[in-house]
């Protein structure tokens, strides 16, 4: 019974075709939102190109596609609740080539290195505890900046009236200097007059 479960999981097929020149081979599948399929393509030439291709609202819309190499290797997961995927191969060589395909399918393939594991959320817990830690620390660095703020906001205004007092006392200085000065020449002139 286990077994079945299993074979249920994942289903795997390695076929092969022999394509002559020029010609292209297709094979289509039907998937399940969540699906996975895993493609290996192997040949004795690498003068072929592979597309992929999903259905999309009846039309086909390009995934993969590539020329020239000895082997390909592509997985893929739909978003959609259904999709149907469309493979196509193309031999560009001069003779007929050989294919090998093992082609894998189910949910079990999907990349378990994506899924998130308890070490990781340990190591998010420590990364919070250093996000909230920087967040008290700019916290205080910003009450001190206000607190700065408002001093230098003060002192401004205090400099300011300190001015305007200054100002004031140098013009009146200099008024009663100047009337001091004009009341000396006049005396000097009037001395000089009645001289």
Do not use: P
Not at 10 to 28: P, S, T
Not at 123 to 143: P, T, Y
């Amino acid at each position: 019974m286990i077994l079945l479960l299993l074979i249920d999981l994942v289903y795997c097929v390695q076929f092969g075709y022999e394509v002559e020149r020029g010609q292209q081979i297709c094979f289509e599948d039907y998937f399940s939102q969540d699906d996975v399929f895993d493609l290996r393509v192997r040949s004795n030439s690498s003068n072929y190109a592979i597309k992929l291709e999903e259905s999309e609202s009846k039309k086909y819309v390009i995934i993969y596609e590539k020329s020239g190499s000895w082997e390909h290797n592509y997985q893929h997961q739909s978003n959609h609740k259904a999709s149907h995927m469309r493979y196509c191969f193309t031999n560009l060589e001069n003779e007929i080539l050989l294919f090998n395909i093992t082609y894998k399918t189910g949910s079990e393939l999907a990349d378990m290195q994506k899924v998130a594991k308890i070490s990781d959320l340990n190591q998010m817990d420590s990364h919070m505890k250093k996000l909230n830690g920087l967040l008290d620390d700019i916290k205080r660095e910003r009450s001190f900046l206000i607190a700065k703020y408002d001093f230098m906001s003060n002192l401004q205004g205090s400099i300011s009236k300190k001015q305007i007092v200054f100002g004031l006392i140098c013009l009146a200085l200099s008024l009663i200097i100047t009337g001091i000065t004009v009341n000396l020449i006049k005396r000097i002139l009037q001395q000089k007059k009645s001289q």
